[in-house]
């Protein structure tokens, strides 16, 4: 006997409607149920940050999310970063500094970068590994993933001035 | 930071994007848990809680009776071994008569949904008898120590041991007379060090795919360092034909040596055929921890002793690992290491390798050289200080040369070890004052011999003169790049010509694991012998073409000619390939039998809370011989990981287990790799002694990085403190215990 | 994790209904980080959740310069640390609310739910100890107001009876206890071994008000990970009372809280680090106390 629930809500800017039971996590409904597999999962405890999704713009876990909870609220993961201009910004600057290697923690990195540029749009070193602190990396020792977020704040701090 | 731009290289040399880097920044790149076929059930593997025990039965009945299963298996499902070693990995994927740590598989189950098959799992039935469990290396070895295995007996220069033993080996190396060597020191240091097990870490977790089609063919999509090693397991252990099993390799998210070996491949491919359904199973981050290869714990009691001029005259170590549940710890290249970048004249190491109730032990980037590093790089800072010699000109003074024999009985080929030496000397790091109280700088130096091996490398030519390289190496941090740069440099033509990728084992030659370093080494050679078989193919084309002798033929950047007036560019010639004898591709296939070795020091400097053991990094450089650069922004970044998972194993990481033998800390809670907070931007200095046998002297990169951080980070630790910390991790309240801070209440 | 029922009550009295019925088998649910990952571990296996994000009196902060602070239970960490009135007036709060995990943790944890789940380790509960902070409930039999320090009574247990929920916690005014309004000051302090995302091997939360004439009017000191809960040292807080804000006064309320302190050995710290980690964190919290009752930035 199921407990299945219709859940509808704004993925990466686009309507959608699934069937979900309570205990299954928001990333479980991403990656199982939606399809959207950018978001990863590397521990299912909220202590390696790759699972990180905004949720109405919030940084959040998805893992420590349910499904349920998502009805009439908006989700961005790594997968509606890009649009049809191309890349983020954020992405093109994390391809030009190398801020990764194997890229599996990448996509959280993304996300978590985003949800501090639009709070701090030109953070400091420190409030850099702040933010990210919740992101695990092994592979690159941080080093290119700060540069690659400075980069991408100066980038996007450029483009504002240009507009203005 | 960058490299002197080497003027006879076109592509190598350049700081290129990677291949691979739009799929990863836009979540498309599909890793091994992201694999998902049609009609795919969901696996669980059931394992043991206890640290040791006798398995009396496993009843599955009533998980197979559960609606929505599809498949239970247990070692029953297995076709029966032959060798010991056959027998201990087939122990391994499902036990049979013991439990040997927790976490060790009994059974797994295949259903409709993860959850059910979690609920069946917990309908399964073990009926265990408990038997004590030891995890201590040095209690493993006493006399009254539970047995794992009982048929265990110690090999050694003695022969084969008479009794019961978990000391699977003893191998002794001895060079001229050490008692004589240390008669005739004037300064004598000793230390005994304790480190803990550690894990690689990666945040991807073991996932595999396993489909079978109905006249027997097996498909196995799976992370992994090698894709030919995970086909060699499952022949071996399901005593399937190899043409019948294909292995299809994801990406990878991180691996570290800990992906060399397969897990959950077998597991998945048994249900898959029983249920006659793909089925996929996601290790969860417990069981990775619980259930995968860690690295050994090890213990070493370590003695140095050097003449007031500063020569080394006589070293001496026992090392004592810990090989997990079966024998087979990296205690030999844990000796290689330890004394390898000094020229010693006697010298006598005795390493064991010992099994307890735990994981068996895999891979960790440089197996088994860390903990050893540490161990005599802490003693070489303390010989330096009592002679009254700057650390790195000690290091110089004694530094192994070309032809030099090192303690284990290997000789130095061509090495750069004391250059990396000097440009740490000369690097503005080295000489920068301290800023503040509490505060030291430590230095630590490091060998690793790195590897060749096979590899395979299918190059072919588009009719638009663009190409595909498919590689056997299975790219876990840009490999792809950088062979596909080395096979440009080798056809002169720009590297945007050239698409690489991975393939599986049904459409590339055989390749030994994408480990030790040798990646971008010994493929890179392949790449480069298919470039240059392809230019000869292509220049033969040309020579049919224009009616001359191949001889006349000639090729440099990106150019056929012949005579004065005969000359078609790569693409045009690849235009006229196809109607004028087919295709042109060319398959190298390798087996590097020589390699270059690779050489870091690391400076590190720290502060030290003194009231609660707490250490900051402050700084930290990292320099490394590289031989010559492919991609330095790429080489830069292995310095970086490398330094920083060497950092985590100085401060932080550490199996801990109770007196049940059970691991109090498999979550990435407790068992605490570096955060962004906790490493300073890593500076880095690319030093460059080509290796004479590789086309562009390129030498492995990966693995030296991740030795010195313990050693480099204690010896700052002493000038903060004054005291010498002698265990890994070096946690703040081992720090308060060496500072007598900690009393007794 | 076992199946469960899904709610998302608008109102305290649905909610009250909800956990209530012992039909049920609820427990309430706000950001669910500690909840959720107890739950996949096995710890329980509720048959029902109720979200508790959606009911207003949970989910607001008010502050009134008369009256003092509210914060509802299911406000987020990070919401808290964003607040300018807290940030003004409650800095001691912000310090444990801010170090709760990482950004993602913060945007999710609750004071609230750091409080319920009564770890021995809560960095928010011995910074509301030394605030003196309330506790308001909601049950079946109506409405109550526990004094957090009396909440927790052993690790993972709370006062909470059968089907009460925590509404909102309440901070005094600064100072209110002697009448000045600006002259007080809380500072908590944790020790981990990272940076970041590891849970306390100690902390120590300290709370100081100030006279005219400079001495010490009352204080208290809390502690967490030393105790099976976090733990109120009324005799290191009573014994500065009276006395001049000195390095030597500091040294024996922390050596008083040395001695209240019953810490374990477990995989985060042995029992003679974090004993010893008592003193010297209290001592400093207590100077971090001092320096914003002074109005002074804290050193670190």
């Known amino acids: 006997m199921t407990n299945k629930t219709l859940v509808s809500a704004t993925v990466n800017g686009e309507p959608v409607e699934f069937f979900c039971e309570p205990q299954q996590s928001l990333l479980e409904c991403l990656r199982d149920v939606l399809g959207l597999t950018g978001t990863k999962e590397g521990c299912n405890d909220g202590n390696c940050g790759a699972c990180s999704v905004l949720l109405d713009g919030q940084l959040v876990n998805s893992c420590l999310v349910l499904g349920v909870e998502i009805e009439g609220r908006a989700v961005t993961t790594v997968e509606g970063l890009a649009d049809w201009h191309g890349l983020h910004p954020i992405q093109q600057a994390f391809l030009e500094a190398d801020g990764f290697q194997c890229g599996f923690c990448t996509p959280g990195i993304l996300i978590a970068t985003k949800a501090l540029l639009d709070r701090e749009p030109n953070p400091t070193e420190e409030q850099i590994r702040t933010w990210l602190s919740g992101n695990l990396c092994r592979c690159t020792g941080y080093d290119k993933i700060v540069r690659a977020v400075q980069a991408a704040a100066c980038q996007l701090n450029r483009e504002c001035e240009v507009d203005a | 930071m960058s490299t002197q731009k080497n003027a006879q290289f076109n592509v190598v040399g350049e700081r290129l994007p990677r291949y691979d880097g739009a799929d990863k920044v836009t979540g498309k790149a599909i890793f091994g848990p992201d694999v998902a076929l049609p009609g795919m059930l969901h696996g669980f593997v059931l394992r043991s809680p206890h640290a040791h025990a006798r398995l009396r039965s496993i009843n599955t009945s009533r998980a197979e009776a559960l609606q929505g299963v599809y498949a239970v298996v247990t070692a029953a499902d297995l076709p029966p071994a032959g060798s010991t070693d056959h027998r201990y990995a087939r122990d391994n994927t499902f036990a049979s008569d013991k439990v040997l740590y927790v976490g060790h598989a009994v059974a797994a189950v295949a259903a409709r949904t993860q959850a059910l098959a979690e609920e069946a799992a917990r309908l399964i039935e073990v009926e265990y008898e408990v038997l004590p469990a030891v995890t201590d290396v040095l209690a493993a070895m006493q006399d009254d120590a539970p047995i794992l295995h009982e048929d265990m007996r110690t090999h050694s220069l003695a022969g084969r041991g008479e009794k019961p033993s978990n000391v699977a080996s003893h191998f002794q190396q001895l060079k001229g007379d050490p008692a004589h060597g240390f008669a005739e020191a004037d300064v004598i240091v000793e230390r005994e060090c304790h480190t803990a097990t550690v894990h690689q870490g990666y945040i991807e977790s073991h ?89 050994s714990g090890a213990i070493f009691r370590v003695k140095m002793g050097a003449k007031r001029d500063g020569h080394i005259t006589a070293v001496q170590a026992e090392l004592f690992y810990e ?81 030099d024999e090192r303690v284990d009985g290997g000789t130095h080929g061509s090495i750069g070890g004391i250059e990396v030496l000097k440009a740490a000397q000369a690097c503005e790091h080295y000489r920068a004052p301290l800023t503040g109280p509490n505060q030291g700088h430590g230095v630590a130096h490091a060998f690793w011999g790195n590897w060749g091996g096979r590899s395979s490398c299918t190059l072919s030519v588009n009719g638009d003169g663009s190409m595909n390289l498919v590689t056997s190496s299975v790219d876990l941090s840009g490999t792809r790049t950088t062979i596909a740069m080395q096979a440009a440099e080798a056809l002169e033509l ?54 001359v002798p191949v001889e006349n033929v000639a090729y440099a950047n990106g150019v056929f000619s012949a005579a004065s007036d005969l000359r078609f560019t790569f693409a045009e010639l690849a235009e006229q390939v196809t109607g004028s004898g087919g295709s042109v591709s060319s398959m190298a296939n390798i087996d590097a039998a020589e390699w270059g070795a690779g050489f870091s020091t690391q400076i590190a400097d720290v502060e030290v809370d003194p009231e609660t053991g707490k250490v900051t990094l402050l700084r930290y450089t990292v320099v490394q011989d590289v031989g010559q650069a492919v991609n330095p922004t790429m080489v830069e970044g292995q310095m970086q990981g490398g330094a920083t998972q060497g950092i985590g194993w100085a401060l932080y990481e550490g199996y801990a287990y109770n007196e049940k033998g059970q691991m109090l800390n498999a979550n990435f809670l407790d068992y605490k790799i570096p955060t962004a907070l906790d490493v300073p931007m890593i500076e880095t200095v690319i030093v460059e002694v080509p290796y004479p046998k590789h086309p562009f002297g ?31 991790p070096m946690t703040p309240a081992h720090l308060l215990e060496k500072m007598g801070v900690i009393g007794d209440w | 994790m076992q199946p469960f029922a899904y709610q998302a009550p608008t109102s305290v009295g649905e909610a009250v209904a909800l956990l209530a019925d012992p039909a049920h088998g609820a427990r309430p649910f706000a950001g669910g980080t500690d909840l959720l990952v107890q739950m996949r571990r ?21 502050f009134d310069p008369d009256a003092g602070l509210t914060v509802g239970a299911a406000v987020s960490c990070a919401w808290l640390c964003d607040h300018p009135a807290v940030w003004q007036h409650y800095p001691g709060l912000i310090d444990a609310a801010s170090i709760i995990g990482g950004a993602a943790i913060q945007r999710r944890a609750t004071l609230g739910g750091n409080l319920c789940n009564a770890a021995p380790s809560g960095d928010a509960i011995p910074a509301m100890i030394v605030l003196d902070a309330t506790a308001t409930l909601a049950g079946p039999d109506g409405t109550r107001n526990v004094p957090v320090a009396d909440f927790c009574t052993a690790p993972g247990k709370t006062v909470l009876g059968p089907g009460e929920l925590l509404i909102s916690l309440h901070f005094p005014v600064p100072a209110s206890n002697t009448g000045e309004r600006t002259r007080s ?49 009324k005799e290191a807080g009573a014994a500065l009372i009276g006395k001049a804000p000195t390095a030597e006064a500091f040294a024996a309320a922390a050596t008083i809280a040395q001695e209240a302190a019953r810490p374990i050995s477990d995989v985060r710290g042995t029992a003679a680090q974090r004993r010893h980690l008592v003193g010297v964190l209290t001592r400093r919290a207590l100077k971090g106390a001092l320096q914003r009752a002074k109005g002074e930035a804290c050193d670190d």
């Open chain 2, 494 to 547: 720009p590297p945007e010509r050239i698409r690489p990728s991975v393939g599986d084992t049904d459409n590339t030659g055989y390749a030994d694991v994408s480990a030790g370093s040798r990646t971008t080494y010994a493929t890179g050679i392949a790449a480069i012998q298919a470039a240059e078989d392809v230019i000869a193919q292509m220049r033969a084309r040309a020579a049919a073409l224009w009616d």
């Open chain 2, 698 to 728: 390129v030498r492995g990169v990966g693995e030296p990085p991740i030795l010195p951080p313990p050693a480099a980070i204690a010896n700052a630790i002493y000038r903060a403190t004054g005291v010498r910390p002698d265990r890994l």
């Open chain 3, 185 to 233: 000051g809380a500072r908590y302090l944790r020790f981990i071994p990272r940076g970041e995302m590891d849970i306390a091997v100690a902390g120590a939360g300290a709370w100081l008000a100030l006279g005219d004439d400079g001495t010490i009017t009352n204080a208290r000191i809390a502690l967490s990970a030393v105790a099976p809960t976090p733990l109120w040292v």
């Open chain 3, 42 to 62: 096995g710890l329980f296996a509720p048959e029902m959740l109720v979200d508790v994000k959606r009911i207003p009196e949970l989910n607001r902060i008010a």
């Open chain 2, 323 to 403: 090989a997990g549940a079966y024998p087979g710890s990296p205690v030999g290249s844990g000796a290689t290491v330890m004394f390898g970048p000094y020229a010693i004249p006697n010298g006598q190491v005795d390493g064991y390798d010992v099994v307890t109730n735990g994981p068996r032990v895999s891979s960790y980037r440089a197996p088994g050289g860390t903990p050893g590093n540490f161990a005599v790089e802490t003693l070489v800072d303390e010989l330096a200080e009592k002679l009254g010699m700057d650390p790195i000109e000690f290091r110089l003074l004694n530094h192994a040369h070309e032809g």
């Open chain 2, 207 to 295: 996932a595999a795919v396993a489909t079978w089609s109905d006249d027997g063919v097996l498909t196995v999509y799976t992370t992994t360092q090698g894709s030919f090693a995970v086909r060699d397991h499952i022949v071996w252990l399901l005593d399937l034909p190899m043409s019948q099993v294909r292995v299809v390799p994801t990406e990878v998210g991180g691996a570290f040596g800990g992906k060399n070996t397969s897990y959950v491949d077998v597991a998945a491919a048994l249900l898959a055929r029983k249920a006659r359904r793909p089925v996929k199973i996601t290790m969860p981050r417990p069981d990775v921890f619980l259930a995968t290869g860690p690295s």
